[in-house]
């Protein structure tokens, strides 16, 4: 793959839980990577969920093979980029050539206020 594909800086980070000061579990996520990738927003399908219609957004994000052994990505873990977090759905690494991996996301909705 060429570098140049490689245009969106994106953090891949995992869900980990640490304690407050009152001894209280806190859950929290850590970035365990941050590497140059390629996004490739697959759809915007429209969904009914609980009588509200909700947009799904899935992106497909390609990412060097070598992060993805260093890293151990799974599906526990999210990406974010450019202030979006997407949940990661599947991880699909190209298993002949070993020069990128894809990683199937969903959008996580913004909290409303």
Not at 32 to 55: K, M, Q
């Amino acid at each position: 793959m060429r570098a140049g594909q490689l245009s969106t800086a994106v953090e891949i980070q995992r869900n980990v839980t640490t304690r407050d000061e009152a001894g209280q579990p806190v859950s929290s996520w850590q970035t365990v990577g941050i590497t140059w990738a390629n996004l490739c927003h697959r759809s915007g399908v429209e969904a009914i969920r609980g009588d509200t219609p909700a947009s799904v957004v899935q992106v497909s994000v390609r990412i060097p093979y070598p992060l993805l052994t260093q890293v151990r990505i799974d599906t526990s873990m999210r990406l974010l980029c450019k202030g979006d977090a997407y949940d990661i759905q599947a991880v699909l690494p190209d298993q002949q050539k070993r020069k990128f991996a894809d990683l199937v996301c969903q959008l996580v909705p913004a909290r409303s206020a």
